[in-house]
């Protein structure tokens, strides 16, 4: 008896205050109220027992009950030290009374009621949870219940929660939550529970002012709907599934295809096949896109295909019924052995036939005004003529005219031949009787009825009757005669008051006219057109043809006469033509002066670019009937009025022409005035290049070598050296064959110069850029703005004054053009103070008399002395050995920049600027 009594002595004196709580003790039994002393004291037995912290906690919270920090410290190490053990564990119910003695005094503290509650949950005690869950919303304001509903709502969606419980619950969630209802239909969808799915679904939709928090349309949720009541028919018996999609179907025009097609699925399920194929039929009948036509189709084809399987299938499984001896088969109406595969097969075949003629619906009622469509939609009906006769019925009935996509006018037409094709002509006239009554939009649709009836009725040898319907259509409407209508005023009128205008049925008119009228009615039908101011140049050529051709040929010319007076070019261009060509092969020579007339009146009318036809052909005229000097006039003028590209033909022409009729003399005549030719009647340079070839080569074969030398010299302004090459070679050539040394040298002299002109114009046109592009950017240091255009022209400006000083200054020598090695204006003298010639790196290595070659080289350096400007210019030279002087010109610092100043200043260090035979003069010394 006495261990017990020592161990229980040991556990209390486990439990009692140490000589270190001394302290503590005292303070405390002086102020058992301080939360501060209480802290203190049980932080610092962090290390003792647990039972002795618990007791520690006790006494604390006897003090002080309403203490939140120490009941949550208490609760949270009494919470970590039960943590991996079992829920029967006696720690475990003692955690959770002291939640419950915790939360009599701290019932408003959600943490203490979180905790508790999550505890709870692991625990799976589903029942005290549940009413710990109802204790904690009713002690908590409502404005801390969210965060009590979001563990709520997971602790009811845990396995082994009844359903029932659960779908309590969200509905009390969702009174205080309304918006949150997709989380209860995931739930019931999950739980299998379609009927309250359905119900809540079907709310929403009626809801006007719901607005999803998941984002789905309106749209969606329907599908939605649709999905859930026709999977599921028996779990949403209580609701109106029929009237819920019909609902959905007329307030939603797209994507109905699924909705028609789950209605048809409710049907099925419910075992209602006919029920489902009716409603199939009628969504085929009622959509209006390609797309649901096709959903619907697709699904009613594998609806019947499915149903033949599974009968086929339920047919095979059964015996062949044996058959009775005695069937004479007389009472196979009263027998029904089930077997209707043939029906469905039936069924199924039309089915896919009246494909077609479905899809075509489809499309007539997206637009029922698709003329096209209904052409479509007839040849559907091949074979079967009443079906067709009623499509042509209902297609004119139905497109307006004003929305017609297409040519209404070609129903009518085809609905007209359809009668003619089966020999039903009276019927077709019917037809036509009543579209010349329609309303078109044209007056050319209306215009093409009537000739299509007219021709209806020349396919039937009905000629008079034809021509009497043309002449109805194109009588005036009475009244119209002495009204006079703007154009805008008889736009208004319907087109029957303004058929009468229709070039295309005065056409035809005329046609009919031409082959079974007379010529006085085909001349009033076409003299009608001209009063009508309907006339094209066509008309007024078809008109003019038939005179001549019933040989009325001053009418013709009448007519023409009108025709040019009434176009302009370039439409009265062909009429012209014709005429001048009739008139011409008519009188030929008989009446020259008429037929002047006639071309010099094409002549003022016809622009330069038309002009030169007509030139051709009056000089044609004056060849055979008239004058050659009026030929050559004719052509004289044709060469200044027709297009500056044209030119050089009209010149091959009036050369040969000359040559033929006058001789060499007239032929060099023509040549020279086309060479020098002024603005704006010259040729361009390359034909004028050409040409000079010819006339050189010419005088050439007639041995005035002169002459031609001089057309040379003349054509070569013309020809850049680095581009022509041909009438360089030709010239050379010409040199080689007919010239000497001199004629030689100047010819080469020429191409130098003519060189350096070219390439001085390149040059200074970099130059001038170079100056603009520096002058702007002064102007951009200064802040003064920038006109580019400005600038552009004052650097020409001054560029301009500049040569011609340089010029005036500095040519030695009038007349005389530099071949680019001697610039003028700054040559400069040598050594000696003579000018030396000028180095040609063209030059031929060809002997010469001494003293004639000395004549030439100081000839040469007296120019190149009068030319120089003293040792200070820009040029530099030196005399070589032989006595040749080489010049140097300077580079202008405004090409190079910044990079010729260095250069410059190089040079100066090594003894100024040097010209090449210096340098090689040194070179050879320093070998």
């Given at each position: 008896m006495g261990a017990p009594k020592s161990d229980g002595a040991g556990v209390i004196d486990d439990l009692m205050p140490s000589q270190e709580d001394l302290l503590y003790e005292e303070e405390l039994l002086r102020n058992p109220y301080s939360l501060k002393m209480w802290v203190r004291y049980i932080q610092a037995r962090q290390d003792a027992p647990a039972k002795r912290r618990y007791l520690l906690y006790e006494r604390a919270l006897k003090s002080l009950p309403g203490s939140y920090k120490l009941w949550y410290a208490y609760l949270r190490e009494r919470r970590t030290a039960t943590r991996g053990m079992r829920i029967d564990h006696p720690a475990v119910a003692s955690l959770n009374n002291t939640y419950e003695r915790a939360l009599v005094s701290m019932h408003k503290m959600p943490r203490i009621w979180l905790d508790y509650l999550e505890l709870l949950v692991e625990q799976k005690f589903v029942t005290k949870a549940r009413r710990t869950f109802d204790r904690a919303l009713a002690a908590l304001p409502i404005t801390q219940h969210d965060r009590v509903w979001v563990l709520y709502l997971k602790f009811i969606r845990q396995p082994g929660v009844p359903v029932d419980t659960a779908i309590r619950v969200y509905r009390r969630y969702l009174k205080l939550e309304p918006e949150h209802v997709e989380e209860y239909i995931a739930y019931l969808k999950a739980k299998n529970r379609w009927g309250e799915a359905a119900q809540k679904l079907a709310e929403l939709l009626n809801d006007d002012t719901f607005r999803s928090l998941e984002g789905k349309s309106k749209h969606q949720m329907w599908l939605e709907l649709c999905d859930i009541i026709t999977k599921h028919p028996k779990d949403v018996q209580e609701m109106k599934v029929e009237a819920i999609l019909r609902g959905g179907i007329r307030k939603f025009t797209d994507e109905v295809g699924r909705l028609w097609t789950s209605l048809a699925d409710f049907y099925i399920r419910h075992g209602m096949f006919e029920r489902a194929r009716d409603v199939y039929e009628e969504g085929m009948n009622a959509v209006v896109t390609v797309h649901d036509f096709s959903l619907i189709f697709d699904a009613l084809t594998q609806f019947e295909e499915s149903l033949l399987s599974a009968k086929m299938e339920a047919l095979g499984m059964e015996d062949e019924p044996e058959q009775a001896q005695d069937d004479d088969g007389t009472d196979f109406l009263l027998k029904d052995d089930g077997n209707d595969i043939d029906l469905r097969l039936a069924r199924l075949e039309h089915l896919m036939t009246r494909r077609p003629e479905l899809l075509s619906s489809v499309v007539l009622r997206q637009n029922p005004h698709n003329v096209a469509e209904w052409h479509k939609r007839v040849k559907l009906f091949v074979g079967n003529p009443t079906r067709q006769i009623l499509t042509y019925t209902e297609a004119v009935k139905t497109v307006d005219i004003d929305q017609a996509l297409g040519k209404p006018h070609s129903l009518w037409c085809a609905f007209a031949k359809f009668y003619e094709h089966h020999g039903d002509v009276a019927n077709a006239r019917v037809i036509f009787e009543k579209a010349v009554q329609v309303p078109f939009k044209y007056v050319d649709d209306l215009a093409q009825v009537w000739c299509e009836w007219a021709e209806m009725e020349l396919r039937h040898q009905n000629f008079r009757r034809a021509l009497d319907l043309i002449k109805r259509a194109t009588t005036m409407p009475p009244g119209r005669a002495h009204s006079r209508m703007t154009v805008e005023e008889e736009r208004q009128l319907p087109v029957q008051q303004r058929l009468y205008r229709s070039l295309k049925l005065w056409m035809f008119a005329t046609d009919l006219e031409e082959s079974l009228g007379t010529v006085e009615s085909t001349q009033a039908a076409y003299d009608r057109i001209m009063e009508l101011r309907i006339a094209t140049p066509q008309v007024i050529l078809n008109y003019g043809a038939f005179l001549q051709e019933h040989k009325f040929w001053e009418e013709s010319f009448k007519v023409y006469e009108r025709g040019v007076a009434l176009f302009k070019y370039p439409h009265v261009r062909d009429i012209w033509r014709a005429y001048l060509k009739q008139f011409v092969e008519r009188y030929g020579g008989k009446k020259l002066e008429r037929a002047r007339d006639l071309?010099?009146?094409?002549?003022?009318?016809?622009?330069?670019?038309?002009?030169?036809?007509?030139?051709?052909?009056?000089?044609?005229?004056?060849?055979?009937?008239?004058?050659?000097?009026?030929?050559?006039?004719?052509?004289?003028?044709?060469?200044?009025?027709?297009?500056?590209?044209?030119?050089?033909?009209?010149?091959?022409?009036?050369?040969?022409?000359?040559?033929?009729?006058?001789?060499?003399?007239?032929?060099?005549?023509?040549?020279?005035?086309?060479?020098?030719?002024?603005?704006?009647?010259?040729?361009?340079?390359?034909?004028?290049?050409?040409?000079?070839?010819?006339?050189?080569?010419?005088?050439?074969?007639?041995?005035?070598?002169?002459?031609?030398?001089?057309?040379?010299?003349?054509?070569?302004?013309?020809?850049?050296?680095?581009?022509?090459?041909?009438?360089?070679?030709?010239?050379?050539?010409?040199?080689?064959?007919?010239?000497?040394?001199?004629?030689?040298?100047?010819?080469?002299?020429?191409?130098?110069?003519?060189?350096?002109?070219?390439?001085?114009?390149?040059?200074?046109?970099?130059?001038?850029?170079?100056?603009?592009?520096?002058?702007?950017?002064?102007?951009?240091?200064?802040?003064?703005?920038?006109?580019?255009?400005?600038?552009?022209?004052?650097?020409?400006?001054?560029?301009?004054?500049?040569?011609?000083?340089?010029?005036?200054?500095?040519?030695?020598?009038?007349?005389?053009?530099?071949?680019?090695?001697?610039?003028?204006?700054?040559?400069?003298?040598?050594?000696?103070?003579?000018?030396?010639?000028?180095?040609?790196?063209?030059?031929?290595?060809?002997?010469?008399?001494?003293?004639?070659?000395?004549?030439?080289?100081?000839?040469?350096?007296?120019?190149?002395?009068?030319?120089?400007?003293?040792?200070?210019?820009?040029?530099?030279?030196?005399?070589?050995?032989?006595?040749?002087?080489?010049?140097?010109?300077?580079?202008?610092?405004?090409?190079?920049?910044?990079?010729?100043?260095?250069?410059?200043?190089?040079?100066?260090?090594e003894g100024g600027m040097q010209g090449a035979m210096e340098r090689l003069k040194k070179r050879r010394v320093g070998q």
């Open positions: 071309f010099e009146h094409a002549l003022s009318m016809a622009p330069p670019e038309e002009s030169k036809p007509l030139y051709l052909e009056y000089a044609l005229l004056e060849e055979r009937y008239g004058l050659a000097k009026h030929c050559m006039e004719v052509y004289e003028r044709a060469s200044k009025s027709v297009p500056k590209a044209e030119r050089m033909s009209i010149y091959d022409i009036y050369i040969a022409k000359a040559s033929e009729f006058f001789g060499i003399g007239k032929v060099r005549e023509v040549m020279e005035l086309a060479i020098e030719a002024q603005p704006p009647h010259d040729l361009p340079d390359a034909d004028c290049r050409a040409l000079c070839l010819r006339y050189a080569q010419l005088e050439r074969k007639l041995g005035e070598i002169d002459r031609a030398r001089a057309i040379f010299v003349h054509a070569s302004t013309l020809a850049n050296p680095r581009v022509d090459h041909k009438f360089w070679l030709d010239w050379k050539q010409f040199e080689v064959a007919h010239g000497n040394e001199d004629t030689f040298r100047e010819m080469l002299r020429i191409q130098r110069s003519v060189a350096a002109s070219y390439s001085h114009t390149q040059v200074q046109s970099v130059v001038d850029s170079v100056r603009v592009a520096e002058s702007m950017r002064e102007r951009a240091a200064a802040g003064q703005p920038m006109d580019a255009m400005a600038a552009l022209e004052a650097e020409a400006n001054a560029s301009i004054s500049a040569d011609a000083a340089a010029a005036d200054k500095g040519r030695a020598l009038p007349g005389f053009v530099s071949a680019g090695v001697i610039q003028q204006g700054q040559q400069q003298e040598g050594p000696s103070g003579k000018g030396g010639a000028a180095a040609n790196p063209e030059e031929l290595d060809i002997d010469m008399d001494g003293e004639e070659e000395g004549t030439r080289a100081g000839s040469i350096g007296a120019a190149g002395a009068q030319q120089g400007s003293g040792e200070g210019g820009e040029g530099g030279g030196g005399e070589d050995e032989d006595g040749t002087d080489v010049q140097v010109k300077a580079v202008p610092a405004s090409v190079y920049g910044n990079l010729a100043s260095a250069v410059g200043e190089k040079r100066e260090e």
